[in-house]
């Protein structure tokens, strides 16, 4: 199975960062910040962000690393 970072996933879906921040509620920069992993997800954003590239939360990686 194929997972996807935010940003892979975004992409493949044609979205742009602005788009895609309004999509599911936040700012631009917020946004942003959040695809580039400064600050994380809360599960109500990546199950929307999930929605909305109409992927699997499985599929999506929303954290640099893995959490033992």
Avoid: W
């Amino acid at each position: 199975m194929d997972r996807y970072t935010p940003e892979q996933a975004r992409k493949l879906r044609n979205i742009s960062q602005v788009k895609m921040a309004a999509l599911i509620g936040m700012s631009e920069n917020t946004y942003i910040n959040k695809e580039k992993g400064e600050t994380k997800f809360y599960i109500d954003e990546a199950c929307k962000f999930c929605e909305v590239v109409e992927m699997p939360l499985e599929r999506i990686i929303f954290f640099k690393h893995d959490v033992p």
